[in-house]
């Protein structure tokens, strides 16, 4: 079948962020391009423009599409009859808002780094904007394209573990256990800052994951939440640990526990969800396992692509035969695409889901900065239950 058929051509990325020193750019560079259906043609890799611009060479970016700026960028690109189909911004949360809006304005499709703004507000006004003008905006939970994280959501929903009564979703890390951002390690520096990071540190930074892993396993809608965020490294402006109770509408607790403080611990997100017929627990760090319980029976592991026992969710996200291990990449890339084939329909003219998507997506995104917003609203009254539900959240 020709590539991004009935469009017959690669999709074509611009990246913004990125540049020399970076960490997740490289990874959306990476993932976007590994299923043939993408290349990377353009990008704005700095706020830095002399930096952006030398970075273009690590991608093999053409000298005439590194830009300066994104404003630069998307004013450019928009003249071209090659531009870009899609940017994505892999930069830090304050400047997320005014790129994506600026892309989106323009009518480019977006994807774009968690969490979705620097704060609540940024998110609703960019909803708007989203809303409006048609395109495709995907928000990187990346977790959530691990084939056995799917293969639990449609266990989920099918009915398998039963009503679900309790979740527990953790994101355990040991890298900030000292004042690492002291000595202007730069991915330290920027996720410790409230000027560049936001209202949480480690909650807004890790936390947003878990709590989105359980949301995306079960479907559940959040009621109520409490929380209690702390600092143990005296002296960090941001939360580097916590831990938040969430009550769901049909009567189900979640816990969420987020740390960037506990030693040894590299990138240990793993989930637990209880049913009243079954139970599940699946590791990022064994992301090719899902252990099944059910009182009275062995238990079950589940492998992927281990055979015909596992669903269509699952078989649409894996790329290699059992036993030869798929994990962070590959689930990356699952997220990207998902969001390709609602951009190629939307090239072609044709109607695409916004709301009920495979891929997390702007509504998944505004939800984590109300959660990010209510967790720290709740730490500082101690603990206090607040409502939490957003209007537009999706199962």
């Not at 540049?19 to 990476?30: K, L, M, P, W, Y």
């Not at 994104?70 to 009859?81: C, F, I, P, Q």
């Not at 969490?115 to 809303?131: H, M």
Request: with cysteine; aromatic share 10%.
């Amino acid at each position: 079948m020709p590539t991004n058929a009935p469009l017959n051509r690669k999709l074509r990325m611009g990246l913004i962020g990125g540049g020399q020193g970076a960490f997740i750019g490289r990874v959306h560079a990476t993932a976007a391009v590994l299923d043939n259906r993408a290349a990377l043609v353009a990008g704005a890799l700095s706020s830095d423009p002399a930096r952006s611009k030398a970075s273009a060479a690590d991608y093999d970016i053409p000298t005439e599409r590194a830009y300066g700026s994104y404003k630069e960028m998307a004013e450019v690109e928009a003249k071209r009859a090659d531009k870009v189909d899609f940017v994505s911004v892999a930069t830090p949360n304050h400047t997320h808002y005014e790129i994506a809006k600026t892309f989106v304005e323009a009518g480019y499709n977006v994807i774009c780094d968690k969490p979705l703004t620097f704060d609540l507000e940024q998110a609703e006004e960019l909803l708007k904007v989203v809303e409006k003008s048609g395109v495709v905006f995907a928000v990187t939970h990346n977790y959530t394209g691990y084939p056995l994280v799917r293969q639990a959501r449609e266990m989920v929903l099918n009915g398998d573990l039963g009503e679900i009564n309790a979740v527990r979703s953790n994101y355990i890390q040991g890298w900030l256990r000292t004042r690492l951002e002291s000595s202007d390690q730069k991915q330290a520096k920027w996720r410790t800052d409230p000027k560049q990071s936001g209202i949480a540190g480690c909650f807004g930074d890790i936390g947003t994951h878990a709590y989105n892993l359980g949301r995306f396993i079960t479907g559940l809608l959040p009621s109520e939440i409490s929380c209690s965020l702390k600092v143990f490294e005296e002296g960090r402006a941001l939360d580097d640990y916590g831990v938040a109770l969430v009550r769901f509408e049909n009567g189900a607790l979640a816990t969420v526990t987020a740390s960037q403080i506990s030693h040894g611990r590299e990138n240990d997100l793993f989930i637990e969800v209880d049913g009243t017929k079954g139970a599940i627990e699946w590791h990022q760090e064994e992301p090719n396992k899902l252990l099944v319980r059910k009182n009275g029976e062995p238990h079950k592991l589940y492998t992927r692509n281990g055979g015909p026992y596992l669903g269509a969710a699952h078989g649409a996200s894996v790329r290699l035969p059992s036993g030869h291990p798929e994990a962070f990449f590959e689930a990356f890339a699952n997220v990207y695409n998902t969001a390709y084939d609602a951009m190629v329909k939307r090239a072609n003219g044709e109607k695409f889901e916004t709301t009920n998507t495979v891929y997390p997506n702007i509504y998944d995104g505004v939800e984590g900065m109300l959660f990010i917003t209510k967790c720290v609203e709740s730490s500082k009254a101690n603990g206090g239950w607040i409502p939490f539900r957003h209007p537009k959240s999706r199962k």
